[in-house]
C-alpha cells in the first residue's frame, strides 16, 4: 500500500459546501476573516442575530488546521492548572477552567442543534506518563482539578494501565471521561453549512491583502482589501490562527506558527484496534515534544505529534511521517506490520504565553492562540466574539490577560528561533 504524503485521510470522509458565488459584496456588518471552527462559529452566532456577516477565506472552507486535526475536543488548557494559578491567581483559573469545559457543551449543543453528522462521542482522554516522576506529579494535579474547579479526574495507576493501552511503555496515566472524540472535518463541514443556512456568505479564494480604517456615510469602519476586491464592514474578526498574514501585521508578531503532523494506518481489524485502545480513548503522552493518538470511525490508528517544528511542506510531511511510524511502533509494537496510508500536516498557533487570546485592538477583534487545543476552545471564542460584537455583556476569561509580544520585540513573524525551541524541548523531555 502507497502512503499518500500531504493527503489528509478526513478529506476523504466528506464533500466540502461551496462557497458563495459572485462578487462580494459592497459592504457588510461584520466581515470574519478564516473559515474554520473560529469563524465559523462567529458567523453562525452573528448570523443568528440578524447581522450581515461575510466570511473571507483565502483558500477553501475548512483549509487551516480545522480539517487537519486529530479531533481530540480536550479538557483543560495547554498550560497546567499550577501554571496558570501561579501566573493569573486561582480566580482567574476557575474561570478558563470553567471556559474549557463549557466549550464542550457548546461543540456538543452545535452538533446536536445542527444536527452535525460527526461521529461526536464523550470517550474520554487519557494522558499517559512516559517518566515515574510525571506519574508522580499526576495525583497533584489530579487533587488541585477536584478541589479548585470541582472537576473530577481519574488516576491509573500501572498495574491497572493495560484495561485502557496496548501499550507496556507508560507508568501510568489519567482519565477525564468528558472529554469528547470527533471527526474534525465532517464538524467543520457542518458548521459552514449551519452558517450558510443561518445567513452568512462564505467567500472561498479571498485572501484578505490590507485592512484600513475608513469613514463611510458617516460610519466607522473598515475598508478590507482582498484578491477578490474591496468590501466596507462595520466590524472584523481576525480567525487566522496559525496562518495568521502580513494583512494583520499587530496579530503577526505574536503568533508563533508551528507545524504539527499526523499519520493514519489502514484500516485494523476489530480485535486489534480493541486491543491498542480498548476504551477508545483520546490519547496523549507526557512529554513536551508529545505524541497523541487515537482510533478513526473506522478502525484506523491515527497518530499525530510535533515531529518537525516547521509547517507543512511536502518535506516536512515525509520527514515527520517516518518520525511518526517509529514512534508509533515504539507505543505499539503491534503495527510493525501495519501500511501507513496517510501522511498530513497543519500549522498550530501558539502564542509567547502559551494562551489563547480573544480581544480587540485598534477597532478590529480576534480569537487564536489555541496552541493545540483548539477544537472547542476555536468554537467558543469564536461565539464569544460573536456575542461581543453584537454589543452583549460577555464571559470571556482570555480577554482578561495581557497579549504579550515577543521578548525584547525580536519577532517580526519569520520564526527563525524554531530549530532552537524544538532542540530546547527535546532537552527538556530527556532531563525532565
Ligand atoms: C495537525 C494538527 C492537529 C491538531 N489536533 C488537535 C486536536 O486533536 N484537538 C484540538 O483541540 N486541537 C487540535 N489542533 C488545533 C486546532 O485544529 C486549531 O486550534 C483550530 O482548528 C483553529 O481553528 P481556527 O478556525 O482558529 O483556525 P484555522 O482552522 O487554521 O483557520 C484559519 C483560516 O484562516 C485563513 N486565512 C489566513 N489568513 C487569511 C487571510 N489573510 N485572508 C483570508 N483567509 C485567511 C486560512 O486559510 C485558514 O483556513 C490541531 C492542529 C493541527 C494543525
Redesign the pocket.
Known sequence: MQTFIGSNYWLTTVSMPQGTPGDLPKRADVAV????????SAARSLAKRGANVVV?????I?????????????TGLKLSPETLASRYGMELTRRMYAASLASIDVVEQIVREENIGCDFSRCGHLEVACKPSHFDSYARSVETIAKEFNHQLRIVPRAQLSDEIGSSIYFGGIVDETSTGLN?TQY?TGLATAAIKAGANLYEN????QITPETQNGNHGFEIH?SRGNIFATNVLV???????A??PALRKKIIPI????ITTEQLPDDLARELNPRNR?IYDSKHYLY?YRLTPDNRMLF?GRAAFFPETKNTIRRSAEILRRGMVQVFPQLRETKVAYA??????FCFDTMPHAGHADGIYY??G?????????TYL?AKSAEEIAGEKVENPFSEIPFPGAPLGLYNGRPWFLPFAGAYYKVLDWIS
Request: zero cysteines.
Open positions: 476573516i478564516g473559515a474554520g471552527f473560529t469563524g465559523l473571507l477565506e483565502s483558500h477553501s475548512g483549509w487551516g488546521a480545522s480539517s487537519r486535526n486529530g479531533g481530540m475536543v480536550l474534525p467543520v479571498a485572501r484578505v491583502e482582498t480567525a487566522t490562527s496559525g496562518y495568521t498574514s494583512a494583520t507545524g504539527s503532523f499526523i483520546m497523541y499525530g498530513w500536516g497543519g500549522t498550530l498557533d480569537a487564536l489555541y496552541a493545540g487545543h483548539g477544537v472547542a476552545m476555536a469564536g
